[in-house]
């Protein structure tokens, strides 16, 4: 059955009708689930709406994360073979642990819910009539340089009790629909779709979505999109309204970042990896930081993570590499041989491209920074990486000092710096964005 749009009253007396229709249909689940026992009362969080005094009514309730696993667990089986086939690995929806977060370019979220229909009884006592329970998988995954992405719906339901052990036909709707800064394209589900909510059916949906909003539109402009998701609301259940809504998606467009437009999870912390094989002994310079001073800067496991600066890098870094840095002639008569530019440079780190550079936490002067130099490893006069692949401390430090400055081979100063210029852009790396910076061999 295709997606039908809401955009008049005509195509919602449509909807009504292919929603009937599919009721109708005779589909067969993937798998089969019993009906499970009508639960005795309403859980707590339904009483206020239960005391209304409306003669009966419907009520929603968010499963917590360990109920949720419970669920899972106790029908495992039945879920993997229900659930399609090509749901995000990186998720962990199925087979793993779920991750709202797994990487720079995809957003996730795994809720479980819970419908109670209810009526009161002449004598005023509220009794549940039906019950369901139904788990969405959402995802959306981003590109970074396009502002159109991939949004995935998985509704899946598990147990139906009482008037509800057969199930119920709802409207699925996306959230960007009603958003003015984000707009549903291509094909997949459209702004609303019906859904029949039959115990062991997965009702799944990939469309696209796309970015309307100051990212496309204005000069160097930022769209935040931090209520992505999806709602799935009754049409023709008996007993009343409802809505479960999954708004925990997100995701951050943008044109401020290598001359293209592009979209992110923002909240993912991505991580620079650079190798020390490549970038030599500006690289374990960096290493030796993050295990020698205190403020370990970029260091994931334990340590602080690093943020972009896009303002004046030039004056961090004369504050750091100021007069009291003197080039080594010794590094400089050994670096002849690799040719007439290569010479001994002032290197440091944090990153003057940072707001954890010394400059920005109080240094006044490089010399407040702890002093390494690199040293030579090896002899093939060619190959500066492995030539000049360590360091060694300059004179006394205490692991307090704020910044490290170094006396680094220019080519291998320059190499680095230059993948940190292409990282920002290829994660879209806002001002203040967090990142790690890891040390490989």
Known sequence: MGPVN???????????AVAVALLLQVVAPAAAIAASPLPASLPDACAPKARSGAAGGACVRLLSAAQGHEIKARSSIIRQRALRADLPVECGFVGGVFA??????TSCSDLFWELYLYERR??????TTGALTVENLQWTRYVFNSLTWEHGVSVFVYYGSGTLANGTLALATSLCAANPDCAVTGAGAPASVAVNLAPGAD?????????TGPALNVDKGMTLHDLLGMSVAS???????????DSYLIGRCDAMVGGNKGCVNPEYISTLSLSQREFGASAAMIKWAQIHLRDQWGYKPGGNPLRRFTGDEEANRRVICDRTWVADEVLNAALAVYG???RDSCDEFA????YESGNLKGVTSGAQCAQVTAIRTNTTNTDQALDWNDISPVGEFTGAERCVRGHIPLKLNTALGGELGRFSPRVRLLDRDPYWVDIVP
């Open 6 to 16: 809401l955009r008049s009253r005509g195509s919602q007396r449509a909807l009504i």
């Open 351 to 354: 990153f003057a491209a940072s």
């Open 235 to 245: 049409s023709t259940t008996p007993g009343g309204d409802w809505r479960m809504q």
């Open 203 to 211: 009702n799944s949906w990939v469309w696209r979505e796309t970015d």
């Open 100 to 105: 709202p977060t797994p990487d720079r370019f």
């Open 122 to 127: 002449s004598d005023g006592t509220v009794v």
């Open 340 to 342: 007439p530019t290569e």
